[in-house]
């Protein structure tokens, strides 16, 4: 591949937080400008949830590699006239704001299609529009709760939020899904600008209730809410995790009845539970998952994690160790697939891991983590405006100091 698949694609953000910065990640591993645009005074407002990563947020320099920052006060009409400046050349906007503000600063997507007709505009909020509370602020946990997700996860009367931010990075992810789709229907169609582009909008609600159809669709037919079991399934048993006599934990299980006959028969050494009709088939299983955890749970306890997942292995049944995330990053499949790259930051260079995506001929690229209005004389001489343009944008206060 000679270039980077959305090479010559310029994006640009008015984002915060996690799910539209996810969005414009992707875009720029894949090669696309992403300019980000940030108010002058403090910015994106993940720059400062911490300050682990070289006096950095960990949130920041995990979804905002690879972008350049601009800082424009888009309540003053020349920060916005700079902002029209930057769109008249761009292919796509996304944003995640508050919800109305897009249209309140005149660039909802009716405003959009007459000034920028070109600009595919994303707009990513929290409940979607037309709704009871499309109005409310919506955060990944609050999304988490509304659509269900924190009630199928952790335990009973004890729910839990999934550890990652579930309904941010996946609204994200579909939201760049959607770019590239758009993209790549304009390329197919030559239309180049004839009829204006069409505008995303997605919300973190519609993505946690899609991403939640397997339990929605159990309970919709059975009247039944699934109660959550820690790292157990209710689809399927034998299925979780256990302790093991090195004081490690293995996850293993099984999903269909072959399998289940291979565990029994072949891990644990149990005929008379592989031979037992009270245990034939996955729902027979489910409704007795306390005895097989308990049968499973016990020969794990007198045995090696080492020997357990041999076993596992040799009789072909999917298992796992349980890992922190200080394990994870020393993970020996990743060093042994050179899945870390260094990227460069304003207080230094750091570790990332690739993104998921193996295309042959290519890697996606991986670029610095910005310092806040760190590009911005360069992308305002890029519009053509001269030094002495910049610097009264400057005393106007449009645009933030310069950088160091």
């Excluded at 729910?159 to 790549?184: E, F, M, N």
């Excluded at 790292?231 to 034998?238: D, H, K, L, Q, R």
């Excluded at 090696?304 to 009789?315: N, Y």
């Amino acid at each position: 591949m000679n270039s980077a698949p959305l090479a010559g694609i310029t994006v640009v953000a008015l984002e915060q937080a996690v799910s539209a910065p996810m969005c414009t990640r992707v875009l720029a591993d894949f090669g696309a400008r992403v300019i980000k645009v940030e108010n002058p005074r403090g910015g994106d407002f993940a720059r400062y949830y911490d300050d682990v990563v070289h006096g950095q947020a960990a949130h920041f320099v995990w979804v905002n590699r690879g972008k350049e920052s601009l800082t424009l006060d888009l309540k003053s009409p020349a920060g916005m006239d700079v902002l029209h400046r930057l769109l008249d050349g761009a292919d796509v906007l996304v944003s995640n704001l508050a919800p109305g503000a897009m249209a309140r600063m005149g660039l909802g997507a009716a405003d959009l299609k007459t000034r920028h007709p070109q600009v595919i505009a994303v707009e990513i909020d929290g409940y979607g529009a037309g709704g009871p509370i499309s109005h409310k602020r919506a955060y990944d946990l609050l999304i988490q709760a509304e659509s269900g997700a924190c009630a199928v996860t952790g335990y009973p009367d004890m729910p839990a939020k999934p550890g990652p931010p579930v309904a941010d990075i996946s609204t994200g992810l579909y939201a760049a899904l959607s770019v590239l789709a758009l993209l790549y229907a304009r390329k197919g169609s030559g239309d180049q600008g004839a009829d204006p582009a069409p505008a995303v909008a997605v919300s973190l609600f519609d993505t946690m209730t899609d991403i939640m159809g397997y339990q929605l669709t159990y309970t919709q037919h059975s009247g039944v809410d699934q109660q959550p079991l820690g790292m157990s399934s209710p689809a399927v048993a034998p299925y979780g995790a256990y302790p093991t006599r090195d004081d490690q934990t293995v996850v293993l299980g099984t999903t269909n009845d072959r399998e289940w006959q291979r565990l029994a028969r072949e891990i644990i050494e149990r005929p008379d539970l592989a031979d037992d009709p009270a245990y034939a088939t996955n729902a027979d299983r489910v409704a007795h998952r306390d005895v097989l955890n308990d049968a499973i749970g016990s020969w794990c306890a007198q045995h090696d994690l080492s020997h357990i997942q041999k076993k596992a292995d040799d009789a072909g049944i999917g298992n796992s160790r349980y890992n922190r995330p200080s394990e994870v990053i020393a993970h020996p499949h990743l060093s042994a697939r050179d899945r870390w790259r260094p990227v460069a930051t304003p207080n230094g260079e750091i570790s990332a891991l690739l993104p998921p995506p193996v295309i042959e001929g290519f890697e996606q690229q991986m670029g610095a983590v910005p310092g806040l209005g760190q590009h911005t004389d360069a992308i305002l001489s890029g519009l053509g405006l001269s030094a002495d343009d910049i610097a009264a944008l400057r005393a106007q206060g449009a645009v933030g100091p310069a950088h160091p």
